[in-house]
């Protein structure tokens, strides 16, 4: 069966300061991987997409990237945290090009202070 | 306008009772139909999935399409206090050469005993 793993779970950072998130999936090959930031009591908004090793798509222009070093491997970056950036960041996968049902991950709670 | 609207709630109702969940749509290129459950601080997961106009049961679940009106339903028969938690309803769309869901904002279900 497949898993999804993010890590870390919460995470409180100072203004400025760099941010590393990750997410790894286990049990399947070459899928499809997307960030998504969550705000408080508003909809999933699509940040990143991954079809393979390298490939990374943005859907909105901001002070975040993302790479994809390993097939199962995604990572959310940032040089310099602002205060907007804090929110609820899930991680998913999907099977190949479909991107039909997406399975996300246990989320990161990240606080910019 | 929003592509998808969907009441944020909250919902409150006595334990045992039939709930319905809605959603509407104004992109009639939407495909696929989900819908997914995320408790409190945690990553949202898939509740069930449809293609076309018509109903779709899941045990005490009932997915409900109408692509005429642009409008999902989901039913809960027999609630429960453990199917409190906040329901997305996902629709996929063929945009930007992917395949990408766009999301609800979510309605708050609280199921009191």
């Known amino acids: 069966s497949q898993t999804i793993h993010q890590w870390p779970a919460t995470l409180v950072q100072p203004v400025g300061s760099p941010l590393s998130l990750e997410c790894t999936v286990e049990g399947t090959s070459n899928p499809n991987l997307y960030w998504y930031r969550q705000a408080a009591g508003r909809g999933l908004q699509l940040l990143f997409y991954?079809?393979?090793?390298?490939?990374i798509s943005s859907e909105v222009p901001q002070n975040l990237s993302a790479s994809r070093p390993q097939d199962r491997q995604f990572i959310l970056s940032s040089k310099k945290l602002l205060l907007s950036d804090s929110g609820f960041y899930l991680c998913?996968?999907?099977?190949?090009?479909?991107?039909?049902?997406?399975?996300f991950g246990p989320g990161t709670r990240l606080t910019v202070l | 306008q929003k592509e998808v609207e969907q009441d944020p709630g909250p919902l409150s109702v006595p334990e045992g009772a039939i709930v319905s969940l809605n959603c509407t749509y104004s992109n009639s290129a939407f495909q696929y139909f989900m819908w997914y459950r995320q408790y409190s601080r945690k990553g949202p997961e898939l509740l069930m999935y449809t293609y076309s106009s018509g109903n779709k049961e899941d045990g005490r679940f009932t997915a409900q399409v109408d692509k005429s009106s642009k409008y999902i339903s989901l039913f809960i028969r027999d609630s429960q206090p453990s199917d409190s938690a906040t329901y997305l309803c996902?629709?996929?769309?063929?945009?930007?050469?992917?395949?990408?869901?766009?999301f609800g904002a979510g309605t708050r279900l609280a199921v009191h005993p």
């Open positions: 998913a996968w999907a099977y190949g090009r479909a991107g039909d049902t997406q399975y």
């Open positions: 996902a629709m996929r769309v063929f945009s930007g050469g992917y395949n990408k869901l766009i």
């Open positions: 991954s079809v393979g090793i390298g490939q």
